[in-house]
């Protein structure tokens, strides 16, 4: 890490003791930040031809998100349209819904994308990525119409970015139904015990409460979303899911350290550790998970998936990275004054877009439709 005041006097380095510094403070482990430095691709530091993008983003937020009118990542997002042309569309997908519900979603998301005529690329982000997985699946599984959405030449699908992925679950959910088991015998034999002191009405009255509560619409539709961080939901869709073959899929991992831990994930980052044996999380997901293809089940969609992950070196990051006003409420003063909270947004967008703009994926608006745009 690097301790001395290293990005407040830039012009004291060179520009490759610049690139040295921002590899230490960008990657966490030691072997991909030694492998980065000596790659001479690197070094060169050749940018991509300026121009735009003749590309589309469709994002799926996480589990907690106000679908079409969150803010995640808005800044990114306002600076790859203004640079590259970039359009981006979110997904009004719901908080604690249920990837079905998610995946409906994300295809209206698509139909309005339809409309621009240019190809898209699918963004997630925590949950978000299970419910992108989920949505490429029904389509291509769906109607004609369906699976032309996803492999169209004009406005077809044509790469994924995988934001500290959940796809393939979370310790945190077999660890909480362990605990919800738990707290339901607890609370049966307190309720027995009471039962001597209240009357028969009480009682009822007490039970229809409970009952009521819970074959509620909205209990319902949380149990939903909360059964997408199960292993036995996962490995049921992951059974039947299917995938093209020819979709780069690229993938944000973040391993959480003493000064990149907001104090508002100390705790949910202590729990994980300790329930899991393992500190190599962001606080949601460990980075052996938060890969673009599924680890415990091996199938041949697994295998095709496995194929077309790009993979990335892990960062030095939290869960919450991508976020901003959305997390001013917490925000405290050992914070501000880590910058946990003021990371470089860019790198969940602008990377992604460039590599598969290098190679070809992403193609550059011809001049001419540039200058009907413009018009």
Not at 49 to 56: A, K
Not at 98 to 127: H, M, T
Request: charged letters at 25%.
């Amino acid at each position: 890490i690097i301790t001395k005041p290293f990005f407040t006097c830039p012009e004291k380095y060179t520009e490759q003791e610049l690139i040295d510094g921002i590899i230490e403070a960008l990657f966490f482990d030691e072997s991909e930040r030694d492998f980065i430095k000596c790659d001479p691709l690197v070094r060169l530091l050749i940018s991509n031809e300026p121009g735009h993008y003749n590309f589309t983003i469709i994002t799926a937020m996480g589990v907690i998100t106000e679908g079409s009118k969150g803010l995640e990542l808005q800044k990114a997002i306002e600076r790859i349209e203004k640079e590259r042309g970039v359009v981006t569309i979110r997904a009004d997908t719901g908080t604690a819904r249920s990837p079905d519900y998610n995946a409906a979603k994300i295809e209206e998301a698509v139909e309005e994308a339809a409309k621009l005529k240019r190809p898209y690329g699918l963004v997630g982000y925590s949950q978000g990525c299970a419910n992108e997985i989920n949505f490429e699946s029904r389509m291509l599984s769906g109607t004609p119409d369906q699976q032309s959405a996803l492999v169209s030449p004009e406005s077809g699908l044509v790469c994924r970015q995988l934001l500290f992925s959940a796809a393939n679950g979370s310790m945190h959910g077999p660890a909480a139904e362990v605990k919800v088991h738990q707290l339901i015998t607890m609370c049966e034999d307190f309720f027995k015990y009471q039962q001597g002191f209240f009357s028969r009405a009480f009682i009822s009255s007490t039970l229809e409460i409970l009952n009521d509560t819970l074959d509620s619409a909205a209990f319902q539709k949380f149990l939903g979303g909360a059964k997408s961080f199960l292993p036995d939901l996962l490995r049921g869709f992951w059974r039947e899911a299917q995938h093209l073959p020819h979709i780069p899929t690229c993938v944000l991992r973040g391993v959480l350290e003493s000064h990149t831990t907001p104090e508002s994930l100390e705790m949910i980052c202590n729990l994980l550790t300790k329930q899991s044996g393992s500190a190599l999380h962001d606080s949601q997901v460990h980075v052996y998970d938060a890969v673009g293809h599924p680890v415990y089940v091996k199938n041949r969609n697994g295998n095709i998936l496995k194929s077309t992950d790009m993979g990335g070196a892990i960062q030095r990051t939290h869960h919450w990275s991508p976020l901003s006003e959305e997390v001013e409420f917490v925000r405290t003063a050992r914070d501000i004054q880590q910058a946990c909270f003021d990371c470089a947004k860019d790198r969940h967008i602008f990377p992604w877009c460039d590599v598969n703009a290098r190679f070809g994926i992403i193609r550059y608006v011809k001049e001419d439709s540039k200058k009907n745009e413009d018009g």
